[in-house]
């Protein structure tokens, strides 16, 4: 897992098994940039980029190479030039998505204006 404060002894001791899902996902970026590539089923480092915006692209990179070394997604290297790269659910990714389609839910019930739109209605599964 990718070195953070909530890796030590003392965090995991709390509640291991939601320390270690906050230390997995717990940024600003990892939870949209998982959502985005379920939905999208393959996305670009610029999709990623246009998509979330405000990030820049060394935190786009950083929180890629982060989900990647978790487990979460798959890096695809295409030998062109310029080199393609695309992103893709592992199979770890793939079981979350079910935690992402009821969190989007949930927020839309509990945290989203009554005249809100869904823009996505579920996941591919």
């Not at 692209?57 to 990647?68: C, G």
């Not at 695309?86 to 945290?111: D, K, N, R, T």
Request: charge should be positive; aromatic fraction near 10%; include cysteine.
């Amino acid at each position: 897992m990718s070195e953070t404060k909530f890796n030590n002894a003392e965090m995991l001791a709390r509640c291991e098994p939601m320390s270690r899902v906050q230390a997995a996902l717990g940024s600003k970026w990892k939870l949209l940039i998982l959502w985005y590539v379920a939905c999208y089923r393959v996305q670009r480092f610029g999709q990623l980029l246009r998509r979330l915006d405000g990030i820049t692209q060394s935190s786009l990179t950083r929180q890629l190479r982060e989900l990647e070394g978790d487990g979460f997604l798959r890096r695809r290297v295409y030998p062109e030039v310029p080199p393609r790269v695309e992103y893709s659910l592992s199979e770890l990714g793939q079981s979350f998505v079910p935690i992402l389609s009821a969190m989007v839910l949930w927020s839309e019930q509990h945290l989203c204006p009554p005249d809100y739109v869904r823009s996505f209605h579920d996941l591919p599964e």
